[in-house]
C-alpha cells in the first residue's frame, strides 16, 4: 500500500517491527545471494543468455510444488500482472546481454544501473508519492561510483547498445513496480514461480534463435549453474520480491545497486583477486549512496 508517510527504508509507519526486522534480515541475505552471481558466473564459462534460460527454469521448477498451492486462489489481474513481470525479467535479460554485444561493457553497465531514477519516476506517476530528495542524492553519488567499478573496457559505443541498455532498465523498473502491486495478493513462492517459469518460455527461444548453446557443458558448470539458482536466483531474486510487498520498488533498486560492491568482496575472497584502489573508491561512492538513500528522515 503507497502512503505519503514513510520512515526508513521506506516501510510503512504501521508496519509491525518483527515484520521489520524479517525484511531487513531477507534483503541482507538477498544482497549477498545476488553479489555471488558473477563469480558463479565467473566460473561457469557457459553463454550469459543460457545461463539466464537454465537460471529461471531451474528456479520454476524448484518452486513449483510449494507455488501450487497458491494458484487457486489466483484471480486474472493477478495472472496478468504475474506473467507480465516474468517477461518485462526475461526481456531484461536478453535486452542487458545484446546491449554488451553493441557498446561497451562500462556504457552498459552505467545505463542499466539507471534503474533506481527510472523506478522513482515510474513510481511517482503510479503512485502519486514523490520519492526522498535523499534518493536523488544517494543515486547521484552512487552513481559515479559504479563507473569506477565498471572501469574501462574495449569496444566502441553504439545506439543501439546505449538504447539496449537503456531498455533493460526500463524493463527492470517495470520488474520491481509489478512485482509491487502483485505482491501485496500473491504469496512468494506462487509468484516468483510462475514469473521464473514466463522469463524462460521467452529466453529458451531467445536462445535458439540466436543459436546460443543450452547444453554440452561439463558436470562442474552444472554443478555452478544450481549454485546460481539456489543463491543469486532463489536468494537474492526472490528475496527482493519478499520485500518488495513492505518497501517501495525504488528503495529494492537502490539496494541492489550494492550488487558490484559485492561481488568485488567475494571475488577477492573466493578467487584471490585483488582490485586495485580505484575499486575501493568507487565501492566507498555506492556504499555511501546507499546509506544516503536509505537513511531515515529527520524529525
Known sequence: MYTNKMDWLGFDPDTPRATRRRVIVVLAFAMLGISSSAVLVRGMGAPALA??????LGSALLLAPPGARGLPGLGRRELVGTI???LALGLHFWAWFASIQHTTVLRSTLLVCLVPAWTALLEWIGS?????????????????????????????ASWLGDLLAIAAGWLWAGYLLVGRRVRQRV??????GLVCLAAA??????????????????????ALLFAAIAGPQLLGHQGFNYAV???????????MLFEPVGAAGLAAL?????????????????????????RPRST
Open 270 to 294: 573466493l578467487l584471490d583477486e585483488r582490485p586495485p584502489p580505484s575499486v575501493g573508491a568507487g565501492a566507498l561512492l555506492v556504499l555511501a549512496g546507499i546509506a544516503v538513500a536509505i
Open 84 to 86: 507480465g513481470a516474468g
Open 51 to 56: 545461463i539466464a534460460a537454465w537460471r529461471t
Open 128 to 156: 502519486g508519492v514523490a520519492p526522498r530528495r535523499a534518493h536523488w542524492l544517494g543515486l547521484g553519488l552512487a552513481l559515479p561510483g559504479l563507473g569506477i567499478l565498471a572501469g574501462t573496457s574495449a569496444g566502441e
Open 245 to 255: 510487498r513492505w518497501l517501495p520498488a525504488s528503495t529494492i533498486s537502490i539496494l
Open 187 to 192: 504469496e512468494i513462492t506462487t509468484y516468483m
Open 201 to 222: 518460455c521467452l529466453l529458451f527461444p531467445t536462445a535458439w534463435l540466436t543459436h546460443t548453446p543450452l547444453v554440452g557443458w561439463p558436470w562442474q558448470t552444472w
